[in-house]
């Protein structure tokens, strides 16, 4: 059970354009979806806190407007990368919380983008 | 701001021994989690085990054990009978509201 996946698993981009994760919680419904940022060789990056139905909640020192976050469901958030840059280029991984469940957060597989 | 210190970048065990990882955090919180996290090659974050706070007694998961000392804000994790498949990069965390953060991670190394 508390199965996370992500889509696409790898992307390449041009600079310029948009890109879109998804992240599904499987077989759980999730109160609360996160994302981050791995660079490569360090550690997770915590960029934002998405709750089903309101705005994310980003954390300081990141671009609300390059990186919007839609949590439409209670087992889906996306992410979106907004004029993508190569320095945009990162390990993202979203995770989830299980509804009403305990503490942990369950982790999706990331997303490796490349903008060129 | 909460921040989470693994001293220790890289380590390395013989199959089968025991290795002891680090972490230390600081806090001004009373109530709060801690997590040890493993990232595979396949960087898949798996959870190892989590510790209450407020639970006096060390969490216990197989193999795989923790020394949480509260006041010395030290969680360090420990693992017997290492296998090959524990090899990863270890990253321990720090709960509160919700949300974690991260230390740096420590390379686990086990050799045959």
């Known amino acids: 059970g508390a199965v996370v996946s992500q889509h696409p698993s790898r992307v390449i981009c041009k600079s310029g354009t948009s890109v879109k994760i998804e992240c599904r919680s499987l077989d759980f419904q999730a109160t609360t979806m996160f994302w981050y940022r791995q660079f490569p060789k360090q550690s997770l990056m915590l960029m934002a806190t998405s709750n089903e139905g309101s705005k994310a909640t980003y954390e300081q020192g990141v671009e609300k407007d390059k990186f919007l976050i839609n949590h439409a469901s209670l087992t889906l958030s996306t992410l979106t990368v907004t004029s993508a840059h190569p320095e945009d280029s990162s390990f993202y991984i979203c995770?989830?919380?299980?509804?009403?469940?305990?503490?942990?957060?369950?982790f999706g597989p990331g997303t490796r983008l490349t903008v060129t | 701001a909460q921040t989470v210190t693994q001293s220790q970048p890289e380590m390395s065990v013989q199959e089968a021994e025991t290795v002891t990882l680090s972490c230390t955090y600081d806090t001004s919180e009373s109530d709060y989690y801690l997590f040890w996290y493993k990232q595979p090659p396949s960087r898949q974050m798996i959870l190892v085990i989590r510790?209450?706070?407020?639970?006096?007694q060390n969490a216990t998961e197989n193999r795989f054990s923790v020394n949480f000392q509260k006041a010395a804000k030290s969680f360090s994790l420990k693992i017997s009978d290492s296998q090959l498949g524990d090899a990863a990069m270890y990253f321990c965390?720090?709960?509160?509201?919700?949300?974690?953060?991260f230390g740096k991670g420590t390379l686990l190394t086990v050799n045959p």
């Open positions: 995770s989830a919380r299980v509804q009403g469940g305990f503490y942990e957060q369950y």
């Open positions: 965390a720090y709960g509160s509201n919700y949300k974690l953060t």
């Open positions: 510790q209450e706070a407020y639970k006096q």
